[in-house]
């Protein structure tokens, strides 16, 4: 289920605390069952954990699409946020590509320790749209 009723100050919220766990060390990319898609992309544009900090350390509201109700076995679960943001990166021949980026962010917490981030990124292989653009 797509959500979009989020307000500027909600994102730019979420942003800094997807930014913080950056700088912190508090976020993993998905790689693991069926994250094929994030290796390929890690691969093909080689995202090392320099880029990745680049990238994601870039973020701004406009590039937010919306949110999803994580929904797993048929449980509840809190909600990912998805975005799209354009960036021009080298891939594994060394030619420049703008690249549309879909990441989708798990925001997870516990009683034991502040949010860690869970994150999917790969080219964006559907349609999308902006809630800020």
């Known amino acids: 289920?797509?959500?979009?009723?989020?307000?500027k100050e909600m994102i730019t919220n979420l942003i800094d605390i997807i930014k913080e766990?950056?700088?912190?060390d508090r976020i993993t990319v998905s790689l693991e069952g069926s994250r094929t898609e994030n290796v390929q992309?890690?691969?093909e544009y080689n995202i090392n954990e320099e880029k990745l900090v680049e990238i994601l350390s870039q973020?701004?509201?406009?590039?937010f699409c919306y949110g999803l109700k994580n929904m797993q076995d048929g449980v509840l679960?809190?909600?990912l946020y998805v975005f799209c943001p354009v960036k021009d990166l080298y891939n594994?021949?060394?030619e420049k590509e703008s690249v549309d980026i879909y990441m989708r962010f798990n925001m997870i917490q516990s009683d034991e320790e502040p949010y860690r981030i869970l994150v999917?990124?790969?080219?964006?292989?559907?349609?999308?749209?902006?809630?800020?653009k």
Do not use: A, W
Request: contains cysteine.
């Open 1 to 7: 289920m797509i959500l979009k009723d989020y307000t």
């Open 21 to 24: 766990c950056v700088f912190e």
């Open 41 to 43: 992309f890690i691969e």
């Open 59 to 63: 973020l701004v509201k406009e590039d």
């Open 77 to 79: 679960h809190n909600d």
């Open 92 to 94: 594994i021949k060394g």
């Open 120 to 132: 999917s990124l790969h080219k964006r292989n559907k349609p999308i749209t902006y809630i800020f």
